[in-house]
């Protein structure tokens, strides 16, 4: 938002949660494995613009999953330049970042999360470096690398963002980056350009481009295992123009809108790769997932949608799209061009393939009135997502504990009436609660709830 403020919200597999606040915008964010302790400690990287305007690359352990007191240890932040961007709250200098997995080095089974890739606009081009989550640290001096193949056109090249893959046969590394180039008006190139990073410094391998009438803040993701068997797509990216929403891919182009939505006004486009398994039992092959919010034009009644996309031929699975959220966002943005205040994100397990997370906002972004939501989904096609939605930013007045809990809940600092409600939304207990009593929860099944009582909510899973 514009206070230059970024919460970092974590949450384990078992509902403990922790946050942690920077100085800063437009963040994006790598989970990575610590090859210290193993599966039993992770490391992150973020990378954001700070106030002044330069990319900045941050690292931090979580420790203690799985209690209580799971948190986040701040490490070591890195300049990635000299140069200072134009316009922090602008979208076209967003930095991106993204992981390899390495299959030589795995985790418990899955191929292990250390080597990222790291990408900004800088001076009208795009500029890149990589590194080693668990050191901390990047392999290029500050400044970075620039892309630079072909030269940048007069107008210059924006949005950049960047897929990391691993060709699951010969074991090399790939990063693919994607950029717009503006010709003319109403004229502009999608570029995507792909650097081996198998071994010393990158080298450039090809280039693929696509001529459109215009293209606003693209995103691209890749099969972070790439079966080139399976798979014959590495790399997808998505996109919003002028009344339409497309994805480009090696193959060509794909038209994203359909008659289901009529008025076609596309926004904060999103992607995921690898939802479902499609070689073997390990590799997450199957399909591309896009997914935008769909500005009707009118206050209070936009919608986020997703879709699949055939990995192997790069074209539509299915031609329906599915609703993420039953609900509504607020309406008219702030921020139009990409709709940065109505940020959708669409991830998946790096490691498996399985299961889709959906994360949204449903606010605005000059008051900061809205909440964070997600829902998981697991690996069916066609997609189904449930009709509700779950929160994550929660204010919390009182404590809850235990969390996981198996029968009973304490909720310090709280009375009054109070609703639980399960994952679909659905109230399934109520009651009301006096102070230093506690709420039974013996005939809920196992799962995870939300408990409404007053103004507040709590998040909690039931064993």
Request: net charge negative; glycine share 10%; aromatic share 14%.
């Amino acid at each position: 938002s514009r206070s230059q403020q970024t919460y970092l919200y974590f949450e384990d597999g078992k509902g403990n949660t922790t946050t942690y606040k920077l100085k800063g915008v437009h963040p994006d964010i790598v989970l990575g494995d610590d090859r210290d302790r193993l599966g039993v400690d992770y490391r992150v990287a973020v990378t954001y613009i700070d106030p002044s305007g330069y990319p900045m690359l941050a690292f931090y352990k979580l420790i203690m999953l799985g209690t209580p007191s799971f948190t986040v240890v701040p490490l070591n932040v890195i300049q990635l330049s000299t140069n200072a961007a134009p316009g922090i709250y602008d979208t076209e200098p967003i930095p991106h970042i993204d992981m390899w997995s390495d299959a030589n080095n795995p985790v418990n089974g899955y191929p292990g999360m250390y080597e990222f890739a790291v990408t900004w606009n800088e001076m009208g081009d795009v500029k890149y470096n990589w590194g080693n989550i668990n050191a901390g640290s990047v392999y290029l001096p500050v400044g970075g690398q620039l892309i630079g193949k072909p030269p940048a056109t007069l107008y210059g090249r924006a949005y950049t963002d960047v897929a990391c893959y691993t060709n699951v046969y010969s074991g090399r590394k790939y990063a693919t980056f994607s950029t717009v180039e503006p010709l003319a008006p109403f004229s502009c190139n999608l570029d995507a350009y792909t650097f081996d990073f198998t071994t010393g410094l990158p080298y450039w391998v090809s280039t693929n481009t696509f001529n459109t009438i215009s293209v606003l803040f693209p995103r691209i993701e890749a099969m972070n295992q790439y079966d080139s068997v399976q798979c014959a797509v590495p790399w997808e990216i998505v996109y919003s123009g002028w009344g339409f929403a497309g994805a480009y891919n090696m193959v060509g182009n794909v038209n994203l809108t359909n008659a289901l939505l009529p008025a076609s006004n596309l926004k904060s486009i999103a992607i995921a790769a690898g939802v479902g398994h499609g070689y073997g039992d390990i590799l997450g092959n199957l399909q591309y997932t896009p997914g935008y919010l769909y500005w009707g034009g009118t206050q209070h009644a936009v919608s986020y949608f997703a879709h699949a996309i055939d990995a192997y031929s790069g074209t539509q699975i299915d031609p329906n799209y599915y609703e993420i959220n039953s609900g509504t966002v607020y309406g008219m943005p702030q921020y139009q061009e990409a709709d940065a205040s109505k940020s959708l994100a669409l991830s998946n397990c790096s490691n498996s393939g399985d299961l889709l997370l959906s994360v949204w906002y449903d606010g605005e972004d000059v008051n900061g009135t809205g909440n964070i939501w997600y829902k998981l989904l697991g690996n069916t096609v066609p997609m189904q997502f449930r009709p509700s939605k779950f929160v994550s930013t929660i204010t919390q007045a009182g404590r809850l504990y235990p969390n996981p809990a198996t029968d009973r809940l304490n909720l310090t600092g709280a009375e009054g009436t109070y609703t639980i409600e399960d994952a679909l939304g659905r109230t399934v207990q109520r009651g009301n609660l006096e102070s230093g009593a506690t709420i039974g929860i013996e005939s809920l099944s196992s799962g995870f709830y939300l408990l409404r009582i007053g103004t507040e909510r709590y998040k909690f899973t039931k064993f």
